[in-house]
Each structure stands twice: as C-alpha cells, then as structure tokens.
T-cell receptor
C-alpha cells in the first residue's frame, strides 16, 4: 500500500534543542516538500527537493535544514535558530507534472 | 505578500444546498490550480484541479471554475453533505516561469455543513 509516512505524530522539544522530523514515501515520487501550517496562515513552503541530493529553500527556510540522500526520505531538522517552531508540519511528495501532492498525516511540534 | 488568498475564513451551509468556496490570486503566470480538503490533525487530500487553459472542471459533486481575467477561482459543492465539513485550501503553481511544480497555498476556508 503506497503512501507517505511522517513520524512522530506529536513531538515536544525544549527550547534550544534541534529536532528532526521524519518523512518517508514509497510512491516512487521524485519530488518532496515540507510545509508548515499555522492558524490563519495556510501552508507555507519550507524546503523542497526535486531529485535526490538536491534541494531548494522555500519561502520560510530560515532555522530549518533538510537532506535528500535517498529518494524515499526527506527529513526536516528544526534547529534552535528557528524562532517560532511550534506548528503543524506537513510533508508531501509528487511524481511531477500537474499531479499535485500526496501529503503525509503531519507532525505537530510543540516547544516547551 | 500573499499570492493566493482565500478571504472567507469560514462558511456554513445547510445540508443539500450548494457550497461555494472562493479563491483569488495575484500572479497572472499561475498555470495550474488545485483544491485540497483537510480534516483536523490530518494531511490535506487532493480534491480537484484545473489548468489555466480551461474555465471549468467537474468531478461528481465538485466543480471548479476559473476566471482568468478576474484572477479568481471557485469550488462548488452540490449537494453539500455533513462529511464535506473540513478546511479547504486552494493552491496554484507557475511552472512556466519557475520551472518547478511547487504550489503556493491559500489560507484555507473552514466549511461547516449543517445537518
């Protein structure tokens, strides 16, 4: 059963700590994306990757980092430099063209 | 600078009636538009799409209309059902200028269908 998996579903982090959110897909999609959702602000693009070993900054990349060493995986690290990390994070993948995205179920990160 | 705007944060509709969700955009280079539906604590799911070369696309109860001159698209749901209660996002991409299929999302409209 193909899909995209984000883990964990809920994550708590102490201020000043880095944390990595996992995103794995078995859809054989080339492109992967990270979005952040905040109340009243829709989905904002953090980073995206169109092929393995390549990625580009989105609109709000400051304080985040990513890697794309495997086609199936696109982890997102929220660093201590991110000023407001508490949010709902969504990972998505796409086979390219105008097929839209398949989204994961999201990770809710809370900084305590 | 919000390139894709959904000016109505919420909408309530009676079951069986039509729901109309609106979306405005500023970038005339957008060439493809999508609508997504999202339930709380879940990822969005794809609903329907439309290319800029069309002005209407229909899929069952869902129809999307595109008015390029007004830079406006709308999603019609007929008839509305309680299970349609969710947040709806419109999204747009401009492959012709960006060379990528990354989408810019609106802020969402929360639809509530009353039984």
């Amino acid at each position: 059963d193909g899909g995209i998996t984000q883990s964990p579903k809920y994550l708590f982090r102490k201020e000043g700590q880095n944390v990595t959110l996992s995103c794995e897909q078995n859809l054989n999609h080339d492109a992967m994306y990270w979005y952040r959702q905040d109340p009243g602000q829709g989905l904002r693009l953090i980073y995206y990757s169109q092929i393995v070993n390549d990625f580009q900054k989105g609109d709000i990349a400051e304080g985040y980092s990513v890697s794309r060493e495997k086609k199936e995986s696109f982890p997102l690290t929220v660093t201590s430099a991110q000023k407001n990390p508490t949010a709902f994070y969504l990972c998505a993948s796409s086979r390219g063209g105008h097929y839209g995205y398949t989204f994961g179920s999201g990770t809710r990160l809370t900084v305590v | 600078d919000q390139q894709v705007k959904q000016n109505s944060p919420s909408l309530s509709v009676q079951e069986g009636r039509i729901s109309i969700l609106n979306c405005d955009y500023t970038n005339s280079m957008f060439d493809y538009f999508l609508w997504y539906k999202k339930y709380p604590a879940e990822g969005p799911t794809f609903l329907i799409s439309i290319s800029s070369i069309k002005d209407k696309n229909e899929d069952g109860r869902f129809t999307v209309f595109l008015n390029k001159s007004a830079k406006h698209l709308s999603l019609h749901i007929v008839p509305s059902q309680p299970g349609d209660s969710a947040v709806y996002f419109c999204a747009a991409s401009d492959f012709r200028t960006s060379g990528t299929y990354k989408y810019i999302f609106g802020t969402g409209t929360r639809l509530k269908v009353l039984a």
